[in-house]
Structures are given as C-alpha cells and as structure tokens.
C-alpha cells in the first residue's frame, strides 16, 4: 500500500468479504494516518450531497450527489442489493472514502459505471453498513462463519434479455462440467431465468455449495442440461483459512 506521502508499506490481507466485495488489509508498520469514523449509508437517499476522497492528495476530494440506490448484479457472481450510486464519475474511485454530511466514512469504491442513473456516467459504492456484521469474523477467521453460497465458477452477460456465457473459471464447477463460451443458460433446476439478479437468487435459494443445480443451456440450436456440482469460492481462490 502507499500512502499519500508516496511511502510504500507492505500490507497483509486480514480478511476478504465475497458477498460484499470488502476485506481488511493490515499494515506491516504503524502508520501516521488518523482513521476516520465509520458511518452509515442509511440516510443516502438520492439528490443527497456526498463527498468523495480518492488516492491522493487533498485534491483527490471531489464533492458528488446520490443518483441512485439499487440492485446490482455483476457478471462475476455478485449481487449487491442496495449499491450507491454517486455522480460526476471520479477517476480514483477503487478504494475510494464516500463520505456523508457527518464526515463519516459510508461507503467504498467499487466500481465505475456509465450508467448511474439514466446513461449519467458515475461511480458505484459499497454501503459500509455491510461490513460490521462481519467485521469480527473477518478479524478471527479471514471470512465470514455463515455457509457458503454455492459457487457455479461462470461469467454471464445479459445481453438482451439473454444470460451468455462470457468464460468460465479455468477448473472451475462450470469448465469440469462442460459449459462453454456462448452458452445461453435459460434456467436453473427447471426454473427459468431472464436476468443476472434472479439467476443469482435463484441459485443461492437452492442451498450452500457443495450442491449439485441442473442448468438448462441452449448451444448452437441444441437444448442440453447440464449438472454442475457447486464448491466453496473461498477455496477456489485460496482465501480460506478455516481448515
């Protein structure tokens, strides 16, 4: 990690969230930096004044307004049903402090977005009020204790009304069992889905990894159904440390 006087720290991963997307880092040596507070995102509700602190020096403030908050569905697997939607876009926004009125710290960088709200470019922030509830597990365990969400290992694009398979996790639960690149997956266990959120729901209703879901693909004309055995994604990636 640097710091904004340019030093170089080493930093160690403490702890990860994937259903929030945020982690913990600890620094290797005592920093002279003063933590700010930690807020919450509940009041953010849209055309509420917010201001934005990325990398960087004091510049790197820049003020912006609540466009949006709704659901959020990324192609990686992530559902994140209350995201903040902030406007004009800030170009360091990974990583960056969403501050509220009270200088409170209420959400964290994510991600920018061309469409904030109505094709306005922005930037999409994790609300901080997700990390607290696992805030203890992820200093004790690196991750949260709750079951994990069965993970299928597969990229999907919405494209017009369509999920299209983008890649699969190399050796993931998806490549062992023969989904490929262009795939259009129409249903789960028989229920048909149309969109990335519902496709999420739908799987993570189904139980926690480990189990085994029947994907109803459609590939060149052809209908199949495929099972795929769902794992641990903390495993896949090598970020478990429970066992």
Do not use: C
């Not at 020096?57 to 209350?82: C, I, K, N």
């Not at 004790?140 to 079951?147: E, F, I, K, N």
């Not at 890649?167 to 990335?196: C, F, K, M, Q, Y």
């Not at 496709?199 to 990894?209: I, K, N």
């Amino acid at each position: 990690m640097t710091t904004g006087s340019g030093k170089v720290s080493r930093a160690d991963i403490v702890g990860f969230d994937i259903a929030s997307g945020l982690g913990l880092l600890r620094a290797a040596e005592p920093l002279a930096v003063k933590p700010l507070p930690i807020g919450t995102a509940k009041g953010l509700v849209e055309q509420k004044p917010v201001v934005i602190t990325g990398f960087g020096r004091p510049e790197a403030e820049q003020p912006a307004v609540v466009v949006s908050r709704r659901t959020f569905a990324g192609y990686w697997e992530h559902l994140l049903e209350d995201a903040i939607f902030t406007a004009p876009p800030h170009p360091a926004w990974s990583g960056a402090a969403l501050l509220g009125a009270d200088g409170r710290l209420a959400g964290i960088g994510s991600l920018i977005v061309g469409d904030a709200e109505a094709g306005l470019p922005g930037n999409m922030f994790v609300p901080i009020d997700r990390l607290p509830p696992v805030m203890g597990d992820l200093l004790a365990l690196g991750r949260p204790s709750m079951p994990p969400r069965p993970w299928l290992g597969v990229n999907l694009r919405d494209l017009d009304g369509e999920l299209v398979v983008g890649r699969v996790a190399p050796e993931g639960p998806s490549d062992n069992a023969g989904i490929r690149h262009g795939d259009r997956v129409t249903a789960i266990d028989g229920t048909p889905v149309h969109d990335l959120a519902e496709f999420y729901r739908t799987l993570w209703r189904r139980g926690d990894a480990g189990i085994t879901v029947k994907l109803s693909v459609s590939r060149q004309g052809e209908e199949k159904k495929i099972g795929v055995k769902t794992i641990d994604r903390y495993r896949y990636l090598k970020l478990d440390t429970t066992y």
